[in-house]
């Protein structure tokens, strides 16, 4: 399927699922506070200034809509793990509700590759891998890998592959046009089913 990213608008900010906009399909970015999930859409659709960027962890906070080639929407969620902007369990909270309500046709697990996963991620990962929809992880931050740091990334995100059948994870830098163009290919492969 033939996908135009750089028509990508955005649509709204919600609090919660109950507001998000009908008649399409999700495809739902998810990962820890500061993982590059907006910095990853805005490479996805070619734009610098799509989705707000932030140095500063936890900036996202609502679920934010962009309308794709009027397809379908990518939908960025607030970051896990950094509550300096509100307690944990609202994060908890808006997820369970999102998954109760809405199946999306993919969820990308952004994962820093620098890092090692903690019980957090595991058990996130553990909670997509039952929700009943594709999951694909994405290692970001490719690019500060030194080159025995990405022969050793397997073993370091063991815990991570252990949780979901796919077993496989894409190596992305939003510096590397052709990692952006495989995220892009599986985005196009999950909408298409």
Do not use: W
Not at 57 to 72: E, S, V
Not at 78 to 99: K, S
Not at 113 to 119: F, K, L
């Amino acid at each position: 399927m033939m996908i135009n990213f750089k028509s990508a608008r955005f649509i709204k900010s919600t609090p919660s699922v109950a507001l998000r906009p009908d008649g399409l399909f999700d495809v739902m970015f998810v990962g820890r506070s500061n993982v590059g999930k907006s910095s990853l859409i805005n490479a996805i659709c070619d734009r610098k200034d799509l989705a707000y960027t932030s140095s500063t962890p936890g900036h996202t906070r609502l679920l934010n809509y962009y309308l794709i080639d009027d397809k379908f929407y990518l939908v960025d969620a607030p970051g896990y793990g950094y509550i300096a902007r509100g307690p944990r369990d609202a994060f908890a909270t808006m997820m369970e509700d999102y998954f109760t309500h809405v199946v999306p046709r993919l969820v990308i697990f952004l994962f820093d590759s620098r890092r090692i996963p903690t019980d957090e991620d595991v058990t996130f990962l553990r909670f997509l891998a039952h929700s009943g929809t594709e999951v694909l992880l994405v290692l970001t931050k490719a690019d500060k890998l030194s080159q025995a740091d990405k022969v050793s990334i397997r073993k370091n995100v063991e815990p991570l592959l252990k949780q979901y059948q796919n077993r496989e994870y894409l190596l992305v830098s939003i510096r590397n046009s052709a990692s952006v163009e495989r995220v892009k290919a599986a985005i196009a492969a999950a909408i298409s089913k």
